[in-house]
């Protein structure tokens, strides 16, 4: 038995494609209610228009303190202060506080791109007969880019914000390690608490991939081509899947150890009861199977549990041919026939946020003894051999979640959450 500090979920924050506020959230996945749909990104008749999981109706006032921190802010950090603002109020902060140094934050972050329009001076400036010249760079970024502009843009930036806006003054990191950063940061806040470091910790993740920079840097190749019918685009381990489709959002976890919860007079949405986050070098696509399902099994073995009794899988998902073959083979090979449900079907890939919002989805479906469909699975595909929940909620029969994540530079992550008891 082991004998470290229970770590539970005591607040849950999302902003999302499907939702702003966990209700609204849980409310869109249990009706089979996607946020996937056509982006007024651009107005050139001659080009499709974009799909994706955009945050609708969002206003960064209404959670942003003090107001003029949103002249520093881009959309990603907004997000991430909104859904730990959401934490927050969730965990009964305001009326039931935590000392500021012993209230911490780890948050996942990636690249955050710059609005093209904030660059369009400067560029304008260097260029000389036709041609861009990078010798006037500096001179022309110095002169018509606003003195704080970078500040926008640091990854490290969505955690201080937070850290500054709830007054959390323990230990304050950022976790860049793309599409496992989230599911990172909420492994390594429990590895704070179990440390001692702090008696609370606010972790979760963030991820805007609606700007053109998002779709240029790497993931085109591997988007959905269904421009005509987004709703359907992602198809998770669907034999007629054909690509991932990108989104923006955030979601944010309060952790504490559950004697510090019982102190404060607050009940536990579930428990951590083990994570792993492992590494195989990339050298081909079975070195990537390999990687989830060693974190598969070290997450358990850290959390005591065993394969059969784990309720339901929040899978990667990204709708991807190559990544949801792996990682279904992978699932079979360390669960067997558990139970698997895919939420970027949903809201799309949140990049760094993605493990954040399916680990919400976790806690919310352990709490409500449910699990949520995986959209738009209609053709099993042979060569992913899971068993895909679809068409409707499936009774949780095992109240423990295994969250997983994973990236093409070899990492994976997995977290094992269990029900609130």
Known sequence: MSLRQEIVVTGVGVVSPIGIGKAPFWTSLVEGRGGIRRLDLHHDPTLAAPIGG???????????????????????????????DLACVDADL??????????????????????LDELMGAYCDCIVDGKFDYNRWGQAAMAKLFPLWILKYL???????????????????????????????????????????????IAGGVGAKLHPAAWMRGCNGKLSRRGDEPGAASRPFDAARDGLVNGEGSGALVLETRAHARSRGVPPLARVLGHAVVFEPPGGKAAIGE???????????????????????????????????????????????????APKSFFGHLGPAAGALEAAMSVLALHAGLIPPTLNYEQPDPQCPVNVVHGRPAPLERPTALVLAHSHHGQAVAVVLGGAN
């Open 54 to 84: 955009a945050v609708a109706d969002f206003d960064p006032k209404q959670y942003v303190r003090p107001r003029k921190s949103l002249k520093i802010m881009s959309r990603d950090i907004q997000l991430a202060f909104a859904a730990a």
């Open 94 to 115: 305001r009326e039931k506080p935590v000392a500021p140094e012993r209230l911490g934050v780890v948050f996942g972050a990636g690249i955050i791109s710059c609005e």
């Open 155 to 201: 990854p490290n930036m969505p955690a201080c914000h937070i850290g500054i806006g709830q007054d959390a003054r323990g230990p304050n990191n950022s976790i860049t390690l793309g599409d496992v950063s989230s599911l990172s940061a909420l492994a390594e806040a429990a590895r704070v608490l179990e440390r001692k470091q702090a008696d609370a910790v």
């Open 291 to 341: 990687s989830i399902r060693r974190a598969i099994l070290t997450a358990l073995h850290d959390a005591e549990t065993t394969p059969g009794e784990v309720g339901f899988v929040a899978a990667h998902g990204l709708s991807t041919v190559d990544d949801d073959r792996i990682e279904a083979q992978a699932i079979r090979s360390a669960l067997g026939d558990v139970p698997v449900t």
